[in-house]
């Protein structure tokens, strides 16, 4: 077995890149696209796109737009598992983009967090050698449960699990108790180090670091344009230095670690050098308007 199944978010993002600060009250000229996104469904995407033999993405979505994003998934050589929400439209994330490429957003998570332990199955476990789950699922009580399910069915199964904590902002909203007990048993931690900071209470990445790898075997803190750390078992055992490249959008580049890391994981490699997959494909997702790889988002 060697599928990955992602429990995830698919997103419709609105990118607008602006090149002077933003003007209240008037215009702020900007260069706007619409791309298929969602931190889920991205990491779903560069997992793909690097190598994963089969890559599955379950996820809800609203009717208006399920058709689209189930094309692009499709486009990108993942397996679209979608629910079609008729009550909810899909959700949806501005992203501001400044001139250094650093983002803020602005998100209606609309259909993604209704993903319910209704629309799981143990049965989406068969052939696959890991689970993935987008901790933006944590964030809301159905989807929450949704994710809650998938684990206890991967464990039952001796299928292991990896999360993405996905936003320092919300994680603050849910509490880190709160995320820290739902994310138990998960054997993967990928958080940036904001969120890394805000999971151990204010420590430095190294330091937050090897705090999580005593409870998550293998802790993954990805640094941006500086790279990765690596902790197992209490300690870091490495850090891998990303590319250097000519950044125009940071929208999506965790996940495209995720994504590339996972690949590389069940491809055999070593933690070592699943993050240095990790961080080549941060570096070239960075290249690219929107969180997916070229040519998969449009």
């Not at 209606?108 to 050698?129: N, T």
């Not at 900071?197 to 670091?209: D, F, I, N, S, V």
């Not at 293998?218 to 000519?246: H, I």
Request: proline share 3%.
């Amino acid at each position: 077995m060697s599928g990955l199944l992602v429990v995830g978010d698919v997103v419709t993002d609105v990118v607008a890149r602006h090149r002077t600060p933003l003007a209240a009250a008037t215009d702020t000229a900007a260069e706007i696209r619409t791309l298929p996104g969602g931190a889920g469904a991205n990491a779903a995407c560069w997992a793909a796109r690097s190598g994963c033999d089969e890559v599955r993405l379950l996820a809800r979505v609203g009717t208006e737009a399920a058709d689209w994003h189930e094309r692009a998934l499709r486009r990108a050589g993942v397996r679209a598992m979608l629910v079609a929400d008729a009550h909810a439209a899909t959700a949806t994330v501005i992203a501001l983009v400044d001139a250094s490429t650093e983002r803020t957003f602005l998100t209606d998570s609309g259909a993604a967090l209704r993903l319910s332990p209704a629309d799981w199955s143990d049965a989406f476990l068969d052939g696959v050698a890991h689970l993935h789950l987008s901790g933006y699922l944590f964030f809301a009580e159905s989807s929450r449960a949704a994710a809650l399910r998938a684990m206890r069915g991967a464990r039952e199964a001796g299928v292991p699990v990896s999360v993405d904590p996905a936003s320092a902002g919300f994680l603050e909203q849910l509490g880190v108790d709160r995320f820290l007990t739902a994310a138990q048993g998960a054997q993967v931690l990928f958080p940036n180090a904001d969120e890394a900071r805000l999971l151990t209470g204010g420590a430095e990445p190294e330091k937050a670091a090897e705090v999580l790898s005593r409870t998550f075997p293998l802790v993954v803190v990805t640094l941006g344009a500086a790279g990765a750390l690596v902790a197992e078992a209490g300690s870091v055992t490495g850090r891998v230095r990303a590319p250097a490249v000519r950044a125009v959008d940071s929208t999506g580049a965790g996940d495209a670690f995720t994504g590339a890391f996972l690949a590389a994981r069940l491809a055999g490699a070593d933690a070592m050098v699943s993050a240095a997959a990790g961080c080549r494909a941060g570096a070239e997702a960075v290249t690219v308007v929107g969180g997916r790889p070229a040519g998969a988002a449009s």
